[in-house]
């Protein structure tokens, strides 16, 4: 069975070693606040970067139109790029190779600790929250009735630095459930790239659980119709900060400004919350600070033993 806690340590490590949804009252990043005086200069184009949570020609495809309103709006040219997995966003955010990153959680909380260069302006919504849970997800035939049910079983999920895939699902495991070290719990544990994958290797009878966001169900649909049948929900998790969008700092600060600003002017733009929606459910979109993740931090402490974030 493959080790993935000292896996994760090692992801840990990577970064240090390397070189190169409902919120109250949503809070801001300094939109109030006079911008600095900066002397950054623009790069002649902006790389705007995303993880594949489902496949990635079709991330590609859809975000191109994002990608040109984006050019039109900032007046320099913007080009979307997925990347193979979080930790490699994470990388190329901290290393100035990308300037815009759409960052789930726990990936944003591995960036600040490792960079001081990346920062969260935005941060989706989806269906009115600012919020949501991880969702596991069983055949409709499944024996397993509930979370004691899955020792034993085969676990597959997006990757090691996925928030809702890996890292509060492992975190509910250990607290709520006795589970000591997820690793002994499952007979496997496999890493299968994105939540579709996941979702697809339970239909598929590959694997008996997966853990993804909710409902990632109705992402998988058009290539299975018979997913939302065919998987049944078999618990979720506490709430989890959404994804963010979030900017490399080294950007001028006039600019991150106006970023924001057309970001947020997508929630009255149809078409264009139609493709935040095809890319990652979307529904729109929110300022966000900082410590909106400080929940994804102090979950991370949980496994300290395994992995320094510093």
Request: charged share 25%; proline share 4%; net charge negative.
């Amino acid at each position: 069975m493959n080790k993935l806690l000292p896996m994760l340590f090692v992801l840990a490590l990577t970064f240090a070693l390397v070189a190169c949804g409902a919120a109250d009252e949503p809070a801001g990043t300094g939109a109030d606040t006079e911008a600095p005086e900066t002397t950054a200069e623009l790069p002649s184009e902006i790389i705007m970067g995303f993880v594949p949570s489902q496949d990635s020609d079709k991330i590609a495809d859809t975000v191109e139109p994002l990608a040109d309103r984006l050019s039109e709006e900032l007046g320099v040219p913007v080009r979307g790029q997925v990347m193979t997995n979080y930790t490699a966003l994470v990388e190329a955010m901290g290393n100035d190779q990308v300037h815009i990153g759409f960052i789930p959680a726990f990936g944003y909380v591995l960036a600040t600790q490792r960079y001081d260069n990346v920062e969260a302006v935005l941060k989706s919504i989806r269906h009115g929250s600012s919020t949501y849970k991880a969702q596991y997800t069983v055949r409709a035939d499944s024996d397993i009735q509930s979370l004691e049910d899955l020792e034993g079983k085969i676990w597959a999920f997006p990757d090691l630095a996925s928030t809702s895939g890996y890292l509060f699902p492992a975190a509910q495991l250990m607290d709520d459930h006795g589970v000591e070290n997820v690793e002994d719990y499952f007979s496997d544990m496999i890493q299968a790239g994105s939540h579709d994958n996941a979702l697809v290797m339970v239909l598929e009878g590959d694997a008996d659980v997966a853990t993804t966001f909710d409902d990632a169900r109705t992402a998988i649909q058009g290539d299975y119709p018979e997913a939302m049948e065919d998987l049944r929900v078999l618990d979720y998790t506490a709430e989890i900060p959404n994804d963010t969008i979030s900017v490399n700092t080294n950007l001028p600060a006039d600019f991150i400004e106006r970023l924001r600003e057309v970001f947020l002017s997508f929630n009255e733009d149809e078409e264009m919350i139609t493709i935040m929606d095809e890319v990652y459910n979307w529904t729109g979109i929110d300022t966000a600070a900082d410590s909106d993740y400080d929940v994804v931090r102090s979950t991370a402490e949980k496994f300290s033993d395994q992995v320094s974030l510093d």
